[in-house]
């Protein structure tokens, strides 16, 4: 086994550490971003992950073996996809807290929401009158011509 070989299992290895540790993070049932009890908060540990997928990715391509190299910039896609699931989880998570948070003022919120569906209204109005205008110009244009 090439030193690169094993450089990349090692870097295997953490990544799927730190990975269990941001699934129990995201599965705790409140969510929170301070730190676990481990001393780090979730997007430190997917930071983490980043830097070290960057580094698989180092050690896979200097791999001189072509038929290895391939498989293992596979294995580093395959992290890089569970990885950005990783992170929309914890931006969900994190937007939902965010909104529990300021919940208090739910009224506000749907004043606010009615005002911007009312403004979306009169916005597809004022589309649906410039089609009209538009369908009436190019009439107008072909019976000219």
């Known amino acids: 086994m090439s030193h690169a070989t094993i450089s990349f299992q090692r ?3 953490e990544f799927k550490s730190l990975t269990k540790e941001i699934k129990a993070s995201l599965d705790d049932d409140q969510f929170h971003d301070e730190e676990s009890p481990g ?12 830097e070290l997928l960057q580094q698989m990715a180092l050690e896979a391509r200097s791999v001189p073996d072509a038929t290895q190299k391939r498989e293992l ?8 996809t569970e990885l950005q699931a990783l992170k ?36 597809n109005s004022q589309l649906d009158s410039a089609r009209r ?3 009436e110009t190019e009439q107008v244009a072909l019976e000219i011509t």
């Not at 910039?73 to 890089?80: D, E, H, N």
């Not at 919120?109 to 005002?115: K, M, P, T, V």
């Open 39 to 50: 001393g780090k908060s979730s997007s430190n540990l997917l930071s983490q992950c980043d």
């Open 133 to 135: 205008v538009i369908q």
């Open 88 to 123: 929309d989880e914890y931006n969900k998570q994190s937007l939902m807290a965010s909104a529990r948070a300021n919940g208090g003022s739910g009224s506000q919120h749907r004043e606010r929401l009615l005002q911007q569906q009312e403004m979306l209204k009169n916005q």
């Open 11 to 13: 870097y295997d290895e």
């Open 73 to 80: 910039l596979g294995q580093v896609r395959t992290y890089k």
